[in-house]
């Protein structure tokens, strides 16, 4: 069970710098692009993260899963065959993905696009699309690498090269931005353009990172290959055959988010114009699905890298049929989520406007503070979806996740329209939340009847998790209204972020010392977290 813990805390760490680094760069790209810019910078980014997940297949996961199935009955010349078929088959569908989107760029940007509103065109939206389109010629194999070194419970590569990505993605694309707009006088487009191509650059230092990784490692992996006292004797089609069998469900893990708000790249523009919002659609759908995404999916990245560590333990202990030990650690996996995100989307909601102002300023705060608040609860969804569809890939009901997904997905093509007519732009904040509420409600029900898993002692840890929580939101609220009366916040960005970082501070430190003094983090995550002792203890 440690490794699960500790290669969840590797990845998370990378996840949260890999997020974190991605919020921060907002700052200086929303005041070098604005609400326009950013738009734009989405309408780019949704159909690529789609064709990526789709020109991906899945594999890249499923090859950790499979190796680690393999791995774990000592057959270690099944999985490298394994490896070496996924790279070409990525390389060839990344090259397929990447010709499908640069041609079909103005196609998209017409359906995209209905009619000229705002101060974004088709031709606009085309070039943006192209530019990005060449990020889908590394990053497939790329991800290839990653999955075969997480099948063998090696997380380190995979959180190295993602730090280093996102670093590289960001020098690059605030820099040729800086340069288009205010050095070159060039346009918002260009700018968002090469902002977009950064994908690829990016993907170029990832996959410069991993091949030294392998170079490093591969003595003592072709050392294994050489111990190694029998092969499988699986023909290649019948391993192609259990590879896609594993792939295909995993598209849905990375496809979810982006297709909730595809629906909205189709569908927000009409419905606030018919609704009467056309005047804030742009500022409305940039607050969503690109800045204020940037900011709910930060408590997410805990399930993603516990989803990724927990994945190879769980298909060997599966494999191995020890059903308690298999209790414990999805047990464990859902406590670490829930103990963490719950309290961090509970404050990000009560802190909304703050954390919004802070740190994108405070024009059309009133729309998108609000916007925040009602979107940052459905990052607990999100993250309870990633978790609950590896769960399901870990007992090999995988092809559920394909239902759940789709279940709540009808509810967001049927319902999003309506919404945004009934509740203005946070329609299409609960038409997601709706759709996410109902994949999840799904993937739980699944994993917990599958396996005959006991509720009753989740149950009571969640109970006092919200209690916890209750208790933060309380203090949080005691603080602002203690800071009201001598910080301008709302009004000066300096106050704005000093009322953020009191709110963070004393609410996070409250339900820490709570949770800490319950002991609810010990039996959690075990003795590791002794080392709070110095703080809560002197």
Same mark, same amino acid.
């Given at each position: 069970?440690s490794n699960?813990?500790?290669?969840?805390?590797?990845l998370?760490?990378?996840?949260?710098?890999?997020k974190?680094?991605g919020?921060i760069y907002?700052?200086?790209?929303?005041?070098l692009?604005?609400?326009?810019?950013?738009?734009?910078?989405?309408?780019?980014?949704v159909p690529?993260?789609?064709?990526?997940s789709?020109s991906?297949?899945?594999?890249p996961?499923?090859?950790s899963?499979f190796?680690?199935?393999?791995?774990s009955?000592g057959?270690?010349e099944?999985g490298?065959?394994?490896?070496?078929?996924?790279?070409?088959?990525?390389?060839?569908?990344g090259?397929?993905?990447?010709?499908?989107?640069?041609?079909?760029?103005?196609?998209?940007?017409?359906?995209?696009?209905?009619e000229?509103?705002?101060?974004?065109?088709?031709?606009d939206?085309?070039f943006?699309?192209?530019?990005?389109?060449?990020?889908?010629?590394?990053?497939?194999?790329?991800?290839?690498?990653r999955?075969?070194?997480?099948?063998?419970?090696?997380?380190?590569?995979?959180?190295v090269?993602q730090?280093?990505?996102?670093?590289?993605?960001?020098?690059f694309?605030?820099?040729a931005?800086?340069?288009?707009?205010?050095?070159?006088?060039?346009?918002?487009?260009t700018?968002?353009g090469?902002?977009t191509?950064?994908?690829?650059i990016g993907?170029?230092?990832?996959?410069?990172?991993?091949?030294?990784y392998?170079?490093?490692?591969?003595?003592a992996?072709?050392?294994?290959?050489e111990?190694?006292r029998?092969?499988?004797?699986?023909?290649?089609?019948?391993?192609?055959?259990?590879l896609?069998?594993y792939?295909?469900?995993?598209?849905?893990?990375g496809l979810?988010t982006?297709?909730y708000?595809?629906?909205?790249?189709?569908?927000?523009?009409r419905?606030?114009?018919?609704?009467?919002?056309g005047?804030?659609?742009?500022?409305?759908?940039?607050?969503?699905?690109?800045?204020?995404h940037?900011?709910?999916?930060?408590?997410?990245?805990?399930?993603?890298? $516990?989803?990724l560590?927990?994945?190879?333990?769980l298909?060997?202990?599966?494999?191995?049929n020890?059903?308690?030990?298999l209790h414990?650690?999805?047990?464990?996996?859902?406590?670490?989520?829930?103990v963490?995100v719950?309290?961090?989307?509970?404050g990000?909601s009560v802190l909304?406007?703050?954390?919004?102002g802070?740190?994108?300023?405070?024009?059309?705060?009133e729309?998108?503070?609000?916007?925040?608040?009602?979107?940052?609860?459905?990052?607990?969804?999100?993250a309870?979806?990633?978790v609950?569809?590896s769960?399901?890939q870990g007992?090999?009901?995988?092809?559920?996740?394909?239902v759940?997904?789709?279940a709540?997905l009808?509810?967001?093509v049927?319902?999003?329209?309506?919404?945004i007519?009934?509740?203005?732009?946070?329609?299409?904040?609960?038409g997601?939340?709706?759709?996410?509420g109902?994949?999840?409600?799904?993937?739980?029900?699944?994993?917990?009847?599958k396996?005959?898993?006991p509720?009753k002692?989740?149950l009571?840890?969640?109970?006092l998790?919200?209690i916890f929580?209750?208790?933060?939101?309380?203090t949080?609220l005691?603080?602002?209204?203690a800071?009201?009366?001598?910080?301008p916040?709302?009004?000066?960005?300096?106050?704005?972020?000093?009322? $953020?970082?009191?709110?963070?501070g004393?609410?996070?430190?409250v339900?820490?010392?709570?949770?800490?003094?319950?002991?609810l983090l010990?039996?959690?995550f075990?003795?590791?977290?002794?080392?709070?002792d110095?703080?809560?203890?002197k």
């Amino acid at each position: 069970m440690s490794n699960i813990v500790r290669g969840a805390m590797l990845l998370t760490v990378a996840s949260f710098l890999s997020k974190f680094l991605g919020m921060i760069y907002v700052i200086p790209f929303n005041a070098l692009v604005g609400e326009t810019g950013g738009t734009l910078y989405n309408f780019a980014y949704v159909p690529y993260s789609i064709l990526l997940s789709i020109s991906t297949i899945g594999v890249p996961l499923a090859v950790s899963k499979f190796i680690a199935k393999y791995n774990s009955l000592g057959d270690y010349e099944t999985g490298r065959r394994m490896f070496r078929t996924g790279i070409a088959l990525m390389a060839a569908s990344g090259f397929l993905a990447f010709l499908l989107l640069f041609l079909g760029a103005e196609v998209l940007a017409g359906f995209i696009i209905t009619e000229e509103t705002g101060s974004i065109t088709t031709e606009d939206v085309a070039f943006v699309i192209r530019m990005v389109s060449f990020a889908l010629l590394i990053i497939p194999p790329m991800s290839i690498i990653r999955g075969f070194f997480q099948g063998h419970q090696s997380m380190g590569p995979t959180a190295v090269s993602q730090v280093i990505e996102q670093i590289v993605r960001i020098v690059f694309l605030l820099t040729a931005a800086f340069l288009v707009l205010k050095l070159a006088g060039g346009s918002i487009t260009t700018a968002v353009g090469f902002a977009t191509f950064s994908a690829f650059i990016g993907g170029a230092a990832s996959m410069a990172v991993l091949m030294g990784y392998w170079k490093k490692r591969k003595p003592a992996l072709d050392k294994r290959l050489e111990q190694q006292r029998f092969t499988t004797d699986i023909s290649k089609k019948d391993l192609m055959i259990e590879l896609f069998s594993y792939a295909g469900p995993f598209v849905i893990v990375g496809l979810a988010t982006s297709l909730y708000q595809l629906v909205d790249t189709f569908t927000f523009n009409r419905a606030m114009v018919a609704a009467g919002f056309g005047n804030v659609w742009e500022v409305a759908l940039s607050a969503i699905n690109v800045f204020g995404h940037k900011l709910v999916i930060i408590p997410g990245t805990l399930a993603t890298g $516990l989803s990724l560590a927990a994945l190879p333990a769980l298909t060997k202990t599966f494999t191995a049929n020890n059903m308690q030990q298999l209790h414990q650690q999805i047990s464990q996996s859902l406590q670490i989520v829930l103990v963490l995100v719950i309290p961090a989307v509970a404050g990000l909601s009560v802190l909304s406007y703050e954390a919004y102002g802070a740190l994108y300023g405070l024009r059309s705060i009133e729309l998108t503070g609000s916007l925040l608040g009602w979107y940052a609860p459905v990052g607990l969804l999100f993250a309870l979806f990633t978790v609950s569809s590896s769960l399901l890939q870990g007992i090999n009901e995988q092809k559920f996740a394909v239902v759940s997904l789709a279940a709540g997905l009808m509810l967001k093509v049927l319902l999003n329209i309506q919404l945004i007519h009934m509740f203005g732009p946070k329609g299409a904040i609960f038409g997601t939340g709706l759709a996410a509420g109902t994949a999840v409600a799904l993937n739980m029900w699944r994993v917990f009847t599958k396996i005959d898993f006991p509720l009753k002692p989740l149950l009571k840890r969640v109970t006092l998790i919200v209690i916890f929580t209750f208790i933060m939101i309380v203090t949080i609220l005691i603080v602002k209204f203690a800071a009201a009366q001598f910080l301008p916040y709302g009004e000066e960005r300096w106050a704005t972020i000093t009322m $953020l970082a009191m709110g963070v501070g004393i609410g996070g430190l409250v339900y820490m010392w709570l949770a800490y003094e319950s002991t609810l983090l010990e039996r959690i995550f075990g003795n590791r977290v002794r080392v709070l002792d110095r703080i809560f203890r002197k």
